[in-house]
């Protein structure tokens, strides 16, 4: 089977390479030439554990190309899966354009086309964006949907810093159809991923990512609550959680129980957005949803009041990713920190080892010149630079190193979002939660 995809980003990168190793022949299509070419020289778009040698190996054994070409793309697979950005709105909707604009191109490619396509929709999108998705195809292309072609909501549960682990293991792979021609098709893509196979309809498909989300993040937030109850009380909040987790009947899952920074990215704030952007449009009153946001952001300003309330005015920080070994600065807390800290007259450095290698190879370069001008000015080449020049260090990563900067270093404050160690009993050192 060949198999053509759109959007070259996290999701569309790891699932080229996952799906080339499972045997099949993958086409990327993106409009960023530089994600192109990093594709066709066997390299990665993203920094992701296990997916760089991936790629190395499939591009070598001709399985993986990419490409600008929609065209060529869609006529030469049988499958299209959607993988391209959808960004939230100011006013919290989804911005589909990039969905909708790449229907459009299938549209026109199916036109000269005579076998069945099979559109298979990974990005996360609103209820009733397959049945538009289905409708545009079919006006542009003069085809009929599930004679001709057919559209599948596919939604992903990959976490950034272990996509590819995740690719092979989630939780289950749900499928929204209505066409068993196009399930069939789908079992086969997914016959050597491991986890349950689901199917349900359309609209279920749809909104699942946006409830699993809503729910990250309302755990992130409580167990950052919870966190800074404990400290004001002098009670270890690890200890708490930890019983907490302990009721696995009631309680589920502990992975995001864990008190420590807000979170951010591309998925929990975007999607939290949306969900309670539905709930108003259609006259709900959400108020935990809707409180979720303004709790992490409190959250978040607790890291500047901790900065504030210490001497000195030249801060370091040490990680700017939004989550632990991704290159990824989308809505990435630390920089409300940063940005913070800078109108309040500190002077900032920092470092980061994946964002400054993401930076360097170019993946990060657009965002950074375009969104955030003036990190380029902050980052470092190395967290020693950083640790010797500051007079507060903020760990937002994790490194064995850190506890012996700790040590070493009595005249400097240390501040820690992510509990670099449990050891740790210095004068100098606070945690965020602990």
Known sequence: MKISIFGLGYVGCVSLGCLAQN???????DVNKVKVDLINRGLPTIIEKDIDIILKEQHKAGRIRATTD??????????SIICVGTPSTEKGHLNLDYIYETAQQIGEALKQKKSYHTIVIRSTVLPGTNCQVGE?????????????????????????????????NPPYTLIGSDDNKAIDIMRE?????????????????????????????LKVTFANEIGRICKSLNIDSFKVMQLFCLDTRLNISPYYFKPGFSYGGSCLPKDLKALTTIGLANGLKLP??????ESNQNHTDSVINLVTNKNGKKVGILGIAFKEGTDDLRYSPILKVIEG???????????????????????????????LPYLQDLMQD????????????????KSINYVKFVKNNPGKYFIDLVRISEEIKNSNYEGICW
Do not use: C
């Not at 949907?145 to 092979?168: H, I, K, M």
């Not at 016959?191 to 729910?215: C, L, M, R």
């Not at 935990?288 to 946001?293: A, M, T």
């Open 189 to 217: 893509l997914y016959s050597k991923v491991n986890g349950e196979f689901i199917t349900v309809d359309i609209q279920t498909a749809e909104i699942i990512k946006y409830v699993n989300n809503s729910y990250h993040a």
């Open 382 to 397: 190395s967290e020693d630079e950083v640790i010797n020049w500051a007079e507060i260090v903020v760990f937002n990563r």
């Open 136 to 168: 545009i195809i079919a006006q542009i292309s003069n085809k009929i949907r599930n004679r001709d072609f057919s559209v599948v909501s596919n939604p992903e549960f990959l976490r950034e810093g272990s996509a590819v682990q995740d690719y092979y």
């Open 288 to 293: 935990v949803l809707e409180s979720i946001e």
């Open 70 to 79: 929609y065209m060529e793309a869609v006529s030469n697979s049988e499958v």
């Open 341 to 371: 800290l800078m109108d309040k007259g500190y002077a900032i450095k920092v470092y980061d080892p994946y964002v400054n290698q993401a930076y360097l190879i170019g993946s990060n370069m657009e965002y950074m010149q375009t969104v």
């Open 23 to 29: 045997g099949f022949e993958v086409i990327g299509i």
